[in-house]
Each structure stands twice: as structure tokens, then as C-alpha cells.
């Protein structure tokens, strides 16, 4: 317990020296990392009932070579990819306003820099160290969160695609 106090302790005492904007750039990876979750899970446990049912509906029509079930076919596999790429690219927004946000972090603590300069002169190295905290640390939150999604939407889509072909060749037109 006494553990879960310290890191909590450190976690505010990092976004205090981070300032407002890496409060925001936490929520937003957060967001990020929940969707991409959800997008694991989907992936992993729920596709398989939704490929399942998609099989049994092409497998339970008496034809498949008309020119109607062909469009029946390539709606079926349309559905299994539009489940599979859902919220890509709401994810994808969210890992390119990461770094965005960290150029915000370091536009406001440069400012914050500035007004320490233009107070105090421009001699005083402690009083400008916080406004450098506050303008390098959200830029490397930024980024950090930003890596970790690229790589994983990555990853994302490439199952995705994987997946909604293993579909297509599922759905086989019978003679």
C-alpha cells in the first residue's frame, strides 16, 4: 500500500513539473491506449463469433454463383472488415495529436522561460530551470506516446487486413 502512495506521489509530482499541457497529453494517451484495448479484445476474443456467423449466413443461402451472391459475399466480407478496422483511425488521430500537443507543452513552458527572463533578467540559470522542465518534458511525453501507438496501430491494421482476407477465402463460392 505503502508502495501504490509513493507512485501516485510521483505521478503528480511528474505532471506538476510537466505543467497543464502533459495533463492533457495523459488524458489523450490514455484514450489511445483504452481504444487500442478495446481493439485487442475485439481482435482476439469477440471476431471470432462475428467471422463465425458471417460464415454460417454465406454458408446457409442454397447458391453462390450468381452475380447477386457474389455482391452478397463482398458485403459479408465488407462487414467483417469494417468491425475489424473500426476506430482505426480515431486511434490514428490520437498518436498524430501527441506530438502536437508536446510542441503546445513546449510553446507554453518557453513562454513561461521568457516571463522568468523578462522578470528576473537574464542571468538567473534556477528560476528559467522550471520553465525548461515545462517545455521539454511534455515534448517527450508527446512523443513517447506517440511511438507506442504508431507501432501498435500498425500492428492493428496488419491483423486487421490479415484477417479480413482469411474472411474472404472462408466465404468459398461453391460449384
Known amino acids: 500500500m505503502i508502495a501504490l ?7 503528480i509530482e511528474f505532471m506538476d513539473t510537466g505543467g497543464q499541457v502533459l495533463t492533457v497529453i495523459g488524458f489523450v494517451i490514455f484514450i ?3 481504444m487500442i484495448f478495446e481493439r485487442f479484445v475485439f481482435i482476439s476474443l469477440s471476431y471470432k463469433t462475428v ?15 450468381s452475380w447477386n451472391s457474389e455482391q452478397i459475399r463482398t458485403a459479408l466480407i465488407s462487414r467483417g472488415a469494417t468491425k475489424l478496422n473500426r476506430n482505426i483511425v480515431l486511434i490514428q488521430s490520437l498518436v498524430v495529436l501527441c506530438p502536437l500537443l508536446g510542441l503546445l507543452g513546449t510553446v507554453t513552458g518557453m513562454i513561461e522561460v521568457f516571463d522568468v527572463m523578462a522578470i528576473s533578467g537574464s542571468g538567473n540559470a534556477r528560476s528559467m530551470a522550471s520553465g525548461v522542465s515545462r517545455a521539454t518534458i511534455p515534448t517527450m511525453a508527446g512523443m513517447v506516446g506517440s511511438l507506442s501507438g504508431v507501432f501498435t496501430v500498425a500492428w492493428i491494421k496488419r491483423n486487421a487486413k490479415k484477417e479480413t ?10 460449384h
Request: no cysteine; charged share 30%; glycine share 0%.
Open 32 to 34: 489511445m491506449w483504452l
Open 165 to 174: 482476407e482469411l474472411l474472404a477465402d472462408s466465404l468459398i463460392v461453391k
Open 51 to 65: 467471422k463465425q456467423h458471417l460464415i454460417k449466413t454465406w454458408e446457409n443461402r442454397a447458391e453462390h454463383t
Open 5 to 11: 502512495a509513493e507512485m501516485y506521489d510521483a505521478i
